[in-house]
């Protein structure tokens, strides 16, 4: 399931795009799974396609998604490998990012290491299920 | 009164019966609701109950017309009579493409008013279900090489039959044939149109809740009835109507006696009608069922 609020500061676009990465995260959408076309998920969502077209395009650029011709666009078989170097840079600095936030927020680390252990905990549950 | 004339009254009978089904149903349920939600599904399924009356009596009246002078003319021996091509005409290229309208303009009239089944969803916070949506997800795959198959291989019998016909006065025959099949293909490609579009139609996902989600899974069953179920009383309609052409055909040919075939058109329209009736009722109770529980999800929220 894919939920987008038109009220949040996120744009639109951003909230399909994290939204399909969760879902893939989390194993709901496999490696050549089938996902609905542009004009489908605007249909559903009430959006214009050319938001959902966007966030696909986003996607498939960062190796997740394959739009094929007459196909459709599915999961790509071979994503970006969690591996590499640069992956785990990539990672680094998203946590570095996040911690900067906590800390001109106020938040302390140990809270933020609560939080972090929870969200992984709740994430294996799920992926488990 | 002939043997014939009373075959056609009980066929209009069952017809005509198996028709007031789903009005007798829908209105026992309706009895059964609490007054506030009655009330308001009482105003979303009025007009469309009474386009479903104006049709049937409409069908009905002019089913009894035709049984009468398609008796009439039967029973003075005029085969060759204009009336066996007309009453194809009449049935297949008025009445079907009728309700076809008519089902279409009630699905629209539906899908447009507030709180049935909203084309665009409302409210801020939206969610939609990421898996794709497909004809070949909603139908067994073996129904989808059926489709071509069948209508490759009526072609090629009826083509073939059509020219090896020799005697002279086999015309009227081959022009029923003829109608017959091109009623099935018309059949056919209507079934495949309205699958296609049933299946692909913005779905738009109710409130969350217990009763949003309970909603939102008869709603997909609803869905999933009507695809299947209309594909398969098309594809049954169509082998029928091929299979009358192909009788016809060998009527042309001399093998059969237009007195079985006569019988086989009989018993096979009303037998698909009666399919199609009980289809019918299912899908209104459904529908029924459908519309109240919205109702009940939109009164409690």
Same mark, same amino acid.
């Given at each position: 399931?894919?939920?987008?609020?038109?009220?949040?500061?996120?744009?639109?676009?951003?909230?399909?795009?994290?939204?399909?990465?969760?879902?893939?995260?989390?194993?709901?959408?496999?490696?050549?799974?089938?996902?609905?076309?542009? !004009?489908?998920?605007?249909?559903?969502?009430?959006?214009?396609?050319?938001?959902?077209?966007?966030?696909?395009?986003?996607?498939?650029?960062?190796?997740?998604?394959?739009?094929?011709?007459?196909?459709?666009?599915?999961?790509?078989?071979?994503?970006?490998?969690?591996?590499?170097?640069?992956?785990?840079?990539?990672?680094?600095?998203?946590?570095?990012?996040?911690?900067?936030?906590?800390?001109?927020?106020?938040?302390?680390?140990?809270?933020?290491?609560?939080?972090?252990?929870?969200?992984?905990?709740?994430?294996?549950?799920?992926?488990?299920? | 009164?002939?043997?014939?004339?009373?075959?056609?009254?009980?066929?209009?009978?069952?017809?005509?019966?198996?028709?007031?089904?789903?009005?007798?149903?829908?209105? !026992?349920? !309706?009895?059964?609701?609490?007054?506030?939600?009655?009330?308001?599904?009482?105003?979303?399924?009025?007009?469309?109950?009474?386009?479903?009356?104006?049709?049937?009596?409409?069908?009905?009246?002019?089913?009894?017309?035709?049984?009468?002078?398609?008796?009439?003319?039967?029973?003075?021996?005029?085969?060759?009579?204009?009336?066996?091509?007309?009453?194809?005409?009449?049935?297949?290229?008025?009445?079907?493409?009728?309700?076809?309208?008519?089902?279409?303009?009630?699905?629209?009239?539906?899908?447009?008013?507030?709180?049935?089944?909203?084309?665009?969803?409302?409210?801020?916070?939206?969610?939609?279900?990421?898996?794709?949506?497909?004809?070949?997800?909603?139908?067994?795959?073996?129904?989808?090489?059926?489709?071509?198959?069948?209508?490759?291989?009526?072609?090629?019998?009826?083509?073939?039959?059509?020219?090896?016909?020799?005697?002279?006065?086999?015309?009227?025959?081959?022009?029923?044939?003829?109608?017959?099949?091109?009623?099935?293909?018309?059949?056919?490609?209507?079934?495949?149109?309205?699958?296609? !579009?049933?299946?692909?139609?913005?779905?738009?996902?109710?409130?969350?809740?217990?009763?949003?989600?309970?909603?939102?899974?008869?709603?997909?069953?609803?869905?999933?009835?009507?695809?299947?179920?209309?594909?398969?009383?098309?594809?049954?309609?169509?082998?029928?109507?091929?299979?009358?052409?192909?009788?016809?055909?060998?009527?042309?040919?001399?093998?059969?006696?237009?007195?079985?075939?006569?019988?086989?058109?009989?018993?096979?329209?009303?037998?698909?009608?009666?399919?199609?009736?009980?289809?019918?009722?299912?899908?209104?109770?459904?529908?029924?069922?459908?519309?109240?529980?919205?109702?009940?999800?939109?009164?409690?929220?």
């Amino acid at each position: 399931m894919l939920t987008v609020d038109l009220e949040s500061s996120i744009p639109l676009e951003e909230q399909i795009r994290r939204g399909i990465r969760e879902t893939i995260a989390r194993g709901e959408l496999g490696p050549g799974d089938s996902l609905p076309s542009v !004009r489908q998920l605007a249909g559903d969502l009430g959006i214009h396609f050319n938001t959902v077209a966007r966030a696909y395009r986003k996607l498939r650029d960062e190796g997740l998604l394959q739009v094929g011709r007459g196909k459709g666009v599915t999961v790509a078989t071979d994503g970006p490998s969690g591996e590499g170097e640069s992956t785990r840079g990539r990672i680094q600095a998203k946590l570095r990012e996040i911690l900067t936030e906590a800390r001109l927020s106020g938040l302390p680390f140990p809270e933020v290491k609560k939080l972090l252990t929870k969200e992984i905990d709740r994430w294996a549950k799920e992926i488990q299920a | 009164m002939s043997p014939i004339l009373i075959h056609s009254m009980i066929q209009f009978g069952i017809l005509l019966g198996v028709s007031l089904v789903p009005v007798f149903y829908l209105s !026992r349920a !309706r009895r059964n609701l609490k007054r506030e939600v009655r009330d308001e599904v009482e105003q979303c399924i009025a007009p469309d109950r009474t386009r479903l009356f104006l049709a049937t009596g409409l069908a009905g009246v002019a089913f009894l017309v035709w049984m009468i002078l398609d008796a009439e003319a039967i029973q003075a021996g005029d085969r060759k009579s204009i009336l066996n091509a007309s009453q194809l005409l009449v049935f297949h290229g008025i009445w079907w493409p009728f309700s076809f309208v008519l089902i279409r303009k009630h699905e629209r009239a539906s899908r447009s008013k507030k709180g049935i089944e909203p084309v665009t969803p409302t409210g801020s916070v939206r969610t939609a279900s990421l898996t794709r949506r497909s004809v070949a997800k909603d139908l067994p795959g073996w129904s989808r090489v059926l489709f071509p198959l069948l209508a490759v291989l009526a072609l090629s019998l009826f083509i073939w039959r059509m020219v090896t016909v020799t005697s002279e006065t086999a015309g009227n025959w081959v022009l029923n044939a003829f109608l017959f099949e091109g009623c099935g293909l018309v059949t056919l490609l209507i079934s495949m149109f309205w699958v296609r !579009r049933e299946v692909l139609a913005p779905q738009a996902l109710p409130e969350s809740g217990p009763a949003g989600e309970e909603l939102a899974r008869e709603m997909e069953r609803h869905r999933l009835f009507r695809v299947r179920g209309v594909y398969f009383l098309q594809l049954l309609m169509a082998i029928f109507l091929l299979g009358m052409a192909a009788v016809q055909l060998e009527v042309a040919h001399g093998i059969i006696s237009p007195k079985i075939m006569t019988w086989v058109g009989s018993f096979g329209g009303a037998g698909i009608g009666l399919l199609g009736a009980g289809f019918g009722t299912l899908a209104s109770l459904r529908s029924f069922r459908l519309q109240s529980l919205r109702a009940r999800v939109t009164t409690n929220s």
